[in-house]
């Protein structure tokens, strides 16, 4: 999570802010005040809520529960206040480092609502609503063939017959244990049918600080710090569209995802277009590559277009 900070008292003030860096400051001062070691506990990672836990040595330890974001509020108001004392409001961006899309956003003021016990300013957060995405007319696009049958999801995989290739065939995959990355590319409504999305496949990133074994993958944050790298440095004007993973047997009917794969595309990727990709190792030959997406009860088999060159990523006229 990255943060942003816009003066609304002059044009020419704005800060941005590593969100990691907040959370170490938070818990240097707790464990100041503590006298000890502190603990974070993830209660719901879904929800980003944390419980914060004093070790202090003794058996009964202080705890407090929060929604992470607002456990650094503190934090941010004082840095604030120390580089620019002369600003007393400020528009908050929580932005979500995976897409650069602000995902919450409130205003930090005199005019904010005060603690009547303490007399503090309080920072409250609200979800903003989902930019809309852009158009594209997917219906003149000529494709090579279908991946899960003909297109009749709400959501449209994409992907060239090269890239395919290499999440069937060319990257080594391990057969000891799990491994994965994400999707890069753009996400669109289509223009003939705008309650339907198109999701255009452009690139994969490796991931990389992984917890894995044979039957699970674990993405960290270090993970997700990595995969924003790629996208700023090498992948600019690209999104995260969704994430692939294996399973070290063969693809059958009636197995897809776990049930901890939907647990971890639910919980992390909540964008209704963004896709989970199964790339399922197979005994010999190509490997089969099946793509999911969101429904109202869990994730379903979604179709993708294989196609010779991308569509135009241009919105539609």
């Keep these: 999570m990255d943060v ?152 449209v995989a994409v992907l060239t017959e090269r890239l395919l290739e290499k999440l069937s065939v060319e990257i080594p995959f391990s057969r000891d244990y799990e491994e994965g990355g994400f999707f890069a590319g753009s996400a669109f409504r289509r223009a003939d049918d705008p309650d339907r999305c198109v999701v255009v496949i452009s690139d994969l990133i490796a991931a990389e600080h992984t917890g894995a074994s044979r039957i699970h993958l674990t993405l960290t944050g270090d993970t997700f710090a990595q995969a924003k790298t790629v996208l700023r440095d090498r992948l600019a004007g690209r999104s995260l569209v969704g994430w692939y993973h294996t399973h070290l047997f063969p693809a059958t009917d009636d197995f897809g995802l776990s049930t901890v794969d939907v647990q971890l595309h639910r919980g992390t990727f909540r964008q209704p277009w963004q896709v989970a990709g199964l790339v399922n190792l197979e005994d010999s030959g190509p490997s089969t590559v099946r793509f999911y997406c969101a429904n109202d009860r869990g994730l379903a088999g979604c179709a993708a277009a294989v ?11």
């Design 4 to 155: 942003h900070a816009s003066s609304l008292d002059s044009d020419s003030v704005a800060v941005d802010v590593s969100f990691r860096d907040l959370l170490d400051e938070f818990l240097q001062g707790e464990a100041e005040k503590a006298g000890g070691p502190v603990e974070l506990r993830w209660l719901s990672r879904s929800e980003q809520i944390i419980e914060v836990v004093h070790n202090t040595g003794k058996r009964s330890a202080h705890r407090r529960i929060a929604e992470l974001r607002h456990l650094t509020r503190d934090v941010l108001r004082r840095r604030l206040q120390r580089l620019h004392p002369q600003v007393e409001r400020w528009e908050i961006a929580f932005r979500d480092p995976m897409n650069d899309r602000v995902v919450l956003k409130d205003i930090l003021g005199p005019e904010t609502a005060r603690n009547p016990s303490q007399g503090r300013r309080n920072l409250s957060l609200r979800p903003l609503e989902p930019q809309p995405l852009p158009t594209l007319d997917f219906a003149p696009v000529p494709v090579l063939r279908w991946l899960g049958g003909e297109e009749s999801k709400q959501v």
């Design 307 to 317: 196609v010779e060159e991308l569509p135009s990523e241009s919105p539609a006229r």
